[in-house]
């Protein structure tokens, strides 16, 4: 009597490929959203909530239960509004995030774009003053020109953003390199194309991707930076808000009041969290492509 044998199911890969596009579009979509929600509460949620203002509150309503009427979050103990002063200090995270990687961007990207398209010595002098940079403990450094500049948002950016710049020099240049490689490039040369419409046409467009992938992964980094810098009161200077004073602030009364330290951590760790799963679902659609 023959045996019937049964054929091993085999998946197709035609019916694999729309799944693997789905789930890599669901991988950008939900921290993306994420993010997005965090800004719109942060930028948008004090200008349309019945919400507060983050400081000068009544020392009389100091220490309010989390939802107590007309304080969702309850209050510090100062009597300011926890969620008041969470979207705030959100606000101004998210701002000191974002504009150091612009300025990371703008300078060490043209830096080390113009490195690698000329090449030669002058690649050589900027990539070894970029090397200096990068050769030194970077915290130890922030944490020196934080300390020099003194507590303010506006010294918080410029001592992240001047050591963000080497990072994204290096990612420039490797990107430059790399297409200077490509055909078109070499076309685009014996065709005479002056090298600003070089740069501006051909190299910042398919250079800029990498660094804004590069950029929102930093993102959370520098998030969590910020929030030590103002926990150490060399960030953003009380009274005003940031998640990383605000923790600081609330550990004086942890076991009486956790609420005033757990708020900021938990909108601290999702904040980080979108951003880091932002950056590598963006890093992994571009290395497939």
């Known amino acids: 009597m023959a045996i019937a044998e049964t054929a091993p199911a085999v998946t197709a890969p035609a019916a ?17 959203g994420l993010v997005a929600l965090v800004a719109l509460a942060c930028f948008l949620g004090p200008l349309v909530l019945p919400i507060p203002q983050p400081t000068g509150g009544n020392i009389v309503d100091a220490y309010l239960p989390s939802f107590s009427a007309g304080h969702l979050l309850g209050t510090d103990p100062n009597g300011n509004d926890i969620l008041a002063r969470i979207l705030y200090g959100g606000r101004n995270s998210l701002t000191v995030a974002i504009a150091v990687n612009v300025i990371g961007m703008a300078i060490g990207g043209s830096f080390g774009a113009l490195s690698a398209y000329f090449g030669g ?34 010294n918080t950016i410029l001592a992240l953003g001047f050591f963000s710049i080497p990072a994204m020099a290096r990612i420039a240049r490797a990107a430059t390199l790399s297409l200077c490689e490509q055909p078109f490039m070499a ?19 398919n250079v800029a991707p990498q660094l804004l992938t590069f950029s929102i992964l930093g993102m959370g980094l520098i998030i969590v930076i910020e929030g030590a810098l103002s926990f150490l009161g060399l960030g953003i200077a009380p009274p005003a808000p940031s998640w990383g004073n605000m923790i600081s602030e ?19 760790f999702v904040t980080v969290l979108a951003f880091n799963l932002l950056g590598d679902a963006l890093r992994s659609r571009w290395s497939s492509r």
């Open 250 to 268: 609330g550990q004086a009364s942890l076991s009486a009041t956790p609420m005033l330290v757990i708020w900021p951590s938990l909108m601290l």
């Open 121 to 154: 010595t002058t690649d050589m002098l900027i990539m070894r003053v970029f090397d200096v940079l990068i050769a030194f403990p970077s915290l130890v450094l922030i944490l020196a020109v934080a300390q020099s500049l003194g507590p303010s948002r506006i």
């Open 16 to 32: 694999e490929a729309p799944r693997r596009a789905w789930a890599q579009r669901l991988g950008v979509i939900v921290p993306a």
């Open 187 to 205: 076309a685009a040369k014996l065709c005479g194309t002056p090298t600003r419409r070089m740069l501006l046409r051909h190299i910042a467009p």
